[in-house]
């Protein structure tokens, strides 16, 4: 049984930077696909990027919407996975989820078995 615990999220300007992280627990991190999830309050649950366990090939993936202002990366030394948000946008605005699965790593967020608490970002204009 994996327990992930993220943290990081807070109140920033439009424009500027965070970095979430999400620490885990109780499993052997290095075989977990890790992802992130937001939510915006009244609406789903959106796919934000993965990082696969195949870490020797770097894979990582995001969605269009924050592909090349954010980035995933995990230090398996800490069983940590972070991410890194720039260039923030008041859109950007949601509760962020941390997820992990062993074999799955897309943007489906029912098929991942491990969920973090959230963790509250708030960029205003």
């Known amino acids: 049984q994996v327990q992930l615990v993220e943290s990081g999220g807070g109140l920033v300007q439009a424009g500027g930077s965070l970095r979430l992280s999400c620490a885990a627990s109780?499993?052997?991190?290095?075989?977990?696909?890790m992802a992130w999830f937001r939510q915006a309050p009244g609406k789903e649950r959106d796919f934000v990027g993965a990082?696969?366990?195949?870490?020797?090939?770097?894979?990582?993936h995001y969605s269009d919407s924050v592909k090349d202002r954010f980035t995933i990366s995990r230090d398996n030394a800490k069983n940590t996975v972070y991410l890194q948000m720039n260039s923030l946008k008041p859109e950007d605005t949601a509760d962020y989820y941390c997820?992990?699965?062993?074999?799955?790593?897309?943007?489906?967020?029912?098929?991942?078995?491990?969920w973090g608490q959230g963790t509250q970002v708030t960029v205003s204009s």
């Open positions: 997820a992990a699965d062993r074999a799955y790593d897309g943007q489906s967020s029912g098929l991942y078995d491990y």
């Open positions: 990082a696969s366990i195949n870490w020797s090939t770097g894979r990582t």
């Open positions: 109780g499993g052997s991190f290095i075989i977990y696909n």
